[in-house]
């Protein structure tokens, strides 16, 4: 199993950005999806989940109507769309698949949200 998260970066309140994670190694369809964020001195936080199929999708709280999550399941990739960008956001994000109750994770990649 391999996860490769990419398209973090510096941005300014406000702004947007898009996150990127290609998944290999295991039947991409078959499994739901999710993004978690940590930040210096704080637990890793799951901060959004899709479906296998992308019907279903949840957020935690403090990124509801800001952030979408979204998959292609020809490409086996998972995006996560930020918009309205706050300093609190900034963290190293991680895709996550758990597979028969073992989960897998990437390297993260690091958003930061700063004038």
């Known amino acids: 199993v391999r996860l490769v998260e990419s398209g973090g970066g510096l941005v300014q309140p406000g702004g947007s950005l898009r996150l990127s994670c290609a998944a290999s190694g295991f039947t991409f369809i078959n499994y739901v999806m999710r993004w978690y964020r940590q930040s210096p001195g704080k637990e890793r936080e799951l901060v959004a989940t899709?479906?296998?199929?992308?019907?279903?999708?949840t957020y935690v709280d403090s990124v509801k109507g800001r952030f979408t999550i979204s998959r292609d399941n020809a490409k086996n990739t998972v995006d996560l769309q930020m918009n309205s960008l706050k300093p609190e956001d900034t963290a190293v994000y991680y895709c996550?698949?758990?597979?028969?109750?073992?989960?897998?994770w990437g390297q993260g990649t690091q958003v930061t949200v700063s004038t």
């Open positions: 899709i479906s296998s199929a992308g019907a279903v999708t």
């Open positions: 996550n698949a758990r597979i028969i109750v073992r989960d897998y």
